[in-house]
């Protein structure tokens, strides 16, 4: 079985400053795929990046990055220039690329980050 | 991108009544669809994955005969809460596969509260 950990459940961080989330994930699995996601106030998911497990190079969306470390079955999520609309919940996820059955497509959430942004 | 909608966003039974959450995939068709329970501050629970025209498989711990899952068609899955009690009050979600199974999109939830 897969799991994933965020241990830290609350952050802050000044507008415009940058902040770093952990998450670290335990698999026998070879093949994945991570995701970050945010969740605002609103409850919508919305997915904020994705990094394949074969590939070395960390993903980047705008002020998004992931520093992905693969023997050390670490995952975190840079956000420069921190934002006030970046205040939301933050979810580390996993999933088993390619599964089949009743696994396909199924998602493993770590326990979330609250991400606060202050001006 | 591809949308995903939750009707309704917000209700309010009575207790020991049951009611229904519809998920509609607006325009893809989605092979998959979960479904999650979220308790404030805390992460998504999968309570079950169900696929189209087949009956739904269950995580451990979740009452099958309580959370009634129907997935008639390629663009709707719903999830029947029976006989509805305080404590099945929360937030419930539910997401789409999309071509790929990378691709997950989620609905925008719908808050039951039970009294």
């Known amino acids: 079985a897969q799991t994933v950990t965020q241990s830290q459940p609350e952050m802050s961080v000044q507008e415009a400053e940058t902040v770093t989330l952990s998450c670290t994930y335990d698999?026998?699995?070879?093949?994945?795929?991570l995701f970050w996601y945010k969740q605002p106030p609103s409850r919508q998911m919305i997915l904020v990046i994705r990094?394949?497990?074969?590939?070395?190079q960390n993903a980047t969306e705008n002020r998004f990055s992931v520093n992905f470390q693969k023997a050390a079955k670490s995952f975190s999520l840079k956000i420069s220039d921190s934002q006030l609309g970046d205040t939301a919940m933050y979810f580390c996820?996993?999933?088993?690329?390619?599964?089949?059955?009743?696994?396909?497509?199924?998602?493993?959430f770590g326990q979330g980050t609250i991400l606060t942004v202050h001006p | 991108g591809a949308v995903v909608s939750q009707h309704p966003s917000r209700v309010i039974c009575k207790s020991g009544t049951s009611v229904k959450i519809e998920c509609r995939s607006l325009?893809?068709?989605?092979?998959?669809m979960f479904w999650y329970r979220q308790f404030p501050k805390q992460s998504l629970m999968l309570m079950a994955t169900?696929?189209?025209?087949?009956?739904?498989?269950?995580e451990q711990g979740v009452e099958k005969d309580k959370f009634l899952i129907n997935h008639a068609s390629l663009t709707l899955s719903t999830l029947t809460v029976t006989s509805a009690h305080p404590e099945d009050s929360s937030f419930y979600i539910c997401?789409?596969?999309?071509?790929?199974?990378?691709?997950?999109?989620f609905g925008p939830g719908t808050r039951l509260t039970v009294t």
């Open positions: 325009d893809f068709q989605a092979t998959t």
């Open positions: 997401s789409a596969t999309g071509l790929a199974d990378y691709e997950q999109y």
């Open positions: 990094q394949e497990a074969y590939k070395q």
């Open positions: 169900s696929n189209e025209g087949s009956k739904a498989t269950y």
């Open positions: 996820a996993f999933m088993i690329s390619g599964a089949g059955g009743t696994s396909y497509g199924k998602l493993t």
């Open positions: 698999t026998s699995e070879n093949n994945y795929y």
